[in-house]
């Protein structure tokens, strides 16, 4: 079994911040189009984001 290294830990890390960054910014976007554009009540909005977050 291979040994991970700091070097190895720290670019997992790396691509979970990214996954992270990417999920932050398609939420918000959704949200202002979803509550500001679209007059949607913000509840709807943010059942959605918690449907995500209780699927995964």
Not at 12 to 38: D, F
Not at 44 to 51: C, E, Y
């Amino acid at each position: 079994m291979r040994h991970l290294g700091w070097f190895d830990i720290f670019r997992l890390g790396l691509v979970q911040a990214g996954i992270g960054a990417i999920v932050v910014l398609t939420t918000s976007t959704l949200n202002r189009i979803m509550v500001v554009e679209l007059a949607l009540p913000a509840s709807l909005s943010g059942a959605l984001a918690a449907l995500y977050y209780l699927v995964q």
